[in-house]
């Protein structure tokens, strides 16, 4: 009895390959290549969000920022977080083989699905990662109003 293989099998090894290489190149062309956050380009800012009942939380990864690099600001239903610093350092005599550390912004607005109570916003920061908590405002009832 013969055994029947998937004419598609070849070909569906070979775009494979190609989704493999192309992910591997990519990789590489964002950590090394001329668009990567060593350019000075502004990044957006990778975060977490978890919703409580009465809070949201925020962790924002942002190593080697300080706090007075940080802005953070919340609007109506929006939370604004930028980060701004300059590392490069300019010495002429210094013959680099890479010089990597250089200016980098980066910035998030995050849609918060709720209204917030922006007076009770707390963040703090703990090795490169900054925490914001931002209490829910109260739901208030709605009140029914009577026709004249």
Do not use: C
């Not at 062309?29 to 977490?48: I, M």
């Amino acid at each position: 009895m013969s055994t029947r293989s998937n004419p598609f099998e070849e070909v569906e090894q070979f775009f494979e390959r190609m989704a493999r290489q192309f992910d591997e190149s990519s990789r590489t062309w964002a950590s090394d290549g001329p668009l990567s956050r060593s350019t000075g380009e502004s990044t957006e800012l990778a975060v977490d969000i978890v919703e409580h009942d009465d809070e949201f939380v925020v962790s924002v990864d942002v190593p080697g920022f300080e706090k007075r690099d940080i802005d953070v600001r919340v609007t109506d239903q929006t939370l604004h977080v930028e980060a701004e610093h300059d590392e490069s350092i300019d010495e002429e005599d210094e013959r680099y083989l890479r010089q990597e550390r250089r200016h980098e912004s980066l910035r998030r607005r995050i849609h918060l699905p709720e209204a917030v109570d922006r007076e009770h916003v707390n963040a703090r920061m703990t090795n490169g990662v900054l925490t914001i908590t931002i209490p829910k405002a109260e739901v208030r009832e709605a009140r029914t109003i009577e026709i004249e």
